[in-house]
């Protein structure tokens, strides 16, 4: 039987796995479709990662696998029913009277430049976000996780709009202290909606989320460095799900851009870069400690070696996206065609808000294929077993 100690059920000589999810908004629906494949490949296992660590939309995912960690696959499937049967209005209000009247708040405020009624909080109300989470999600079961050994630490990655920091929330075996570093810190916590919430609360579409005596957003604006907090926490080996396909960065689906962009492809421009552009930055740097460690172990300072595996959409959820454009609920679609975020030709915007089971699905069942096509460089990793020599499988990369 496996070894019980400060790190949990898992063999000491066993490299500690860590689980990163990334932001995303309804493209995370992929993430549900890996874990799926996960489950279905290490079908014995204990959970397999002794490290969760989640931003945004993958903070909601993270938090029910480390609130079920004793109970690992059982935290998947309950993630995939809920994935797999999501309407928008489970998120956000997205009803007719509630977008007329929040346009009309919009107008109102704009015309008498705030003096009949003040600017609206947000885009979008994402009150039934909060009430689903309340359902689905057991803080409180995140700090069992830890105390049973089922985990060795948690974390979900906020900005504060006072302070300007990533600020990952984390709790964790108690070795495991703060850390402070430039832009970003780490800061132990008992576990809230409010802190989750505030993970996933995207500038302008959602409402900032007070917590303590500041104000937080998206974890996503101000994580420069999205792999740390994870290795901080102590992992070694990473296994990081993505939420865009990795040649698939631009405005519109084609290399070819006729018009100007819209205010709705900039913006979905601006969540791609929001949620993506960071991983691969940090993913290169990680690769060059790893080089400098391996090439002179004594001429760095604390930093270690960490392999990482990272999996992302063989297919570009824009494509995706663009076949259910019919599922968007009349409010929602209202907006995006005020804003030109609903061309199929450039549904990037969209491909981040059809919270429908139709698009989640297809996600969910790509994501799934994409880890099947990878199981023997996922199950070495996993493992701690050496990788293949060439992984092949679309949408995987690694650095060692």
Not at 52 to 80: D, Q, Y
Not at 150 to 166: P, W
Request: aromatic share 8%; hydrophobic share 45%; glycine share 10%.
């Amino acid at each position: 039987m496996d070894g019980f100690g400060e790190t949990g059920f898992w063999p000491a000589d066993r490299p500690t796995v860590g689980l990163v999810l990334t932001g995303g908004g309804a493209r995370s629906a992929y993430q549900v479709g890996v874990l799926l494949a996960l489950a279905e490949l290490l079908p014995r296992a204990r959970n397999p990662f002794q490290v969760i660590v989640g931003t945004s939309a993958g903070a909601v995912a993270a938090s029910v696998l480390a609130a079920e960690a004793h109970r690992w696959r059982r935290a998947v499937a309950g993630l995939e029913r809920v994935w797999a049967n999501f309407r928008s209005e489970q998120v956000f209000h997205v009803d007719a009277a509630h977008m007329l009247r929040a346009g009309a708040h919009w107008v109102l405020a704009l015309m008498s430049g705030g003096l009949v009624l003040a600017p609206p909080k947000s885009m979008l109300d994402n009150t039934p976000l909060h009430q689903l989470l309340g359902r689905h999600v057991d803080c409180g079961g995140i700090r069992r996780s830890i105390a049973r050994g089922h985990l060795r630490a948690f974390a979900l990655c906020a900005t504060g709009y006072a302070s300007g920091q990533s600020v990952a929330f984390f709790d964790g075996i108690e070795s495991i202290h703060d850390w402070s570093r430039s832009q970003r810190i780490g800061r132990r916590c008992e576990f809230t909606l409010d802190h989750l919430m505030a993970s996933a609360a995207i500038p302008l579409l959602f409402p900032p989320v007070k917590i303590g005596e500041e104000y937080f957003g998206d974890g996503a604006m101000r994580q420069l460095n999205p792999l740390s907090p994870a290795i901080h926490l102590g992992a070694d080996r990473l296994l990081i799900i993505g939420v865009r396909a990795r040649r698939a960065a631009g405005v519109t689906v084609s290399r070819v851009q006729s018009s100007m962009p819209t205010p709705g492809e900039i913006f979905g421009y601006m969540l791609d870069t929001l949620f993506t552009d960071q991983i691969y930055g940090d993913l290169e740097q990680l690769e060059r400690i790893n080089t400098l460690v391996e090439a002179a172990p004594g001429a760095t300072r604390g930093e270690r070696h960490v392999e990482t595996l990272m999996l992302a959409p063989s297919v570009d959820p824009r494509e995706i996206a663009a076949r259910h454009l019919a599922e968007i609920p009349r409010g929602l679609r209202a907006l995006l065609r005020v804003i030109g975020g609903r061309d199929p030709s450039s549904s990037q915007l969209a491909s981040y808000l059809i919270f429908e089971a139709g698009y989640t699905r297809a996600l969910i069942e790509l994501g799934y294929r994409d880890a099947m096509e990878a199981r023997a460089a996922l199950i070495a990793f996993m493992t701690g077993a050496r990788l293949p020599a060439v992984l092949t499988a679309p949408g995987v990369a690694q650095a060692t």
